[in-house]
């Protein structure tokens, strides 16, 4: 409660006045469904294609305490377009499939009366998929801390690399995934125990890696 409290300049009256201020507040947590390397430790992010989901997390409160958000009723726009099958009473989950552009997500929280309100928007901006080559050995194992970047010529001693994707659509399975391996714009097989490797030896290392 805030109380508030005037004195007028003639009357030398106090007048006083309490005001209730309930909460109302929505935050949106999005998660966009793309494969990272398993030692990766950031957010993975979206592109098209990609099964996006967004859910809102409301904190709403009444004179009787926290509003149960499975009471609320959620409203859901994506671009300025009203999505009405995922809008209703406790639909705090919107899930769709990322399109070419950034997507802006308006979310408005309320309770069946209609007294609270809490509204809140975010941009999911899209990001192009791309590959990192690394260097891999039988006793240390790979060394993730430092990519071969793009156009690094490789000389010397015989070398394993290991392909690793960022953000592309996993939406059918991430062994759906196609590596295609090429020297100097040449075609060439990757190792048979896994297609993300692909072994050079001594000769072999001169060119460009793609």
């Known amino acids: 409660n805030l109380l508030l409290a005037l004195w007028p300049h003639c009357s030398g009256k106090t007048l006083t006045e309490a ?7 929505v935050d ?18 979206a592109t098209s294609g990609n099964n996006i989901t ?10 009787k305490g926290l509003v149960d958000p499975k009471a609320l009723i959620y409203e859901w726009q994506k671009n300025n377009e009203k999505l009405t099958s995922a809008s209703g009473i406790n639909k705090k989950i919107l899930s769709y499939i990322g399109g070419q552009t950034t997507d802006n997500i308006n979310i408005k929280v309320s309770t069946q009366n209609g007294r609270l309100v809490a ?8 990001v192009k998929p791309f590959s990192a ?50 020297i100097n714009d040449k075609v060439v097989a990757g190792r048979e125990d896994s297609k993300k490797l692909l072994t050079l030896i001594n000769d072999s290392l001169a060119g460009e890696q793609k």
């Open 19 to 25: 005001i209730t201020i309930y909460p109302a507040r």
């Open 119 to 126: 509204e809140n928007k975010i941009t999911i901006e899209k």
């Open 133 to 182: 080559l690394y260097e891999t050995k039988p006793l240390s194992g790979l060394n993730w801390l430092r990519s071969i970047r793009t156009g690094n010529k490789l000389t010397g001693e015989d070398i394993t690399l290991k392909a690793e994707p960022y953000f592309f659509n996993t939406n059918t399975g991430a062994d759906n995934l196609v590596y295609n391996w090429t």
């Open 54 to 63: 967004v859910t809102a997390e409301p904190t709403l409160v009444s004179e």
């Open 28 to 45: 949106l947590l999005w998660h966009a469904n793309s494969y990272i390397p398993a030692f990766y430790e950031g957010k993975t992010l």
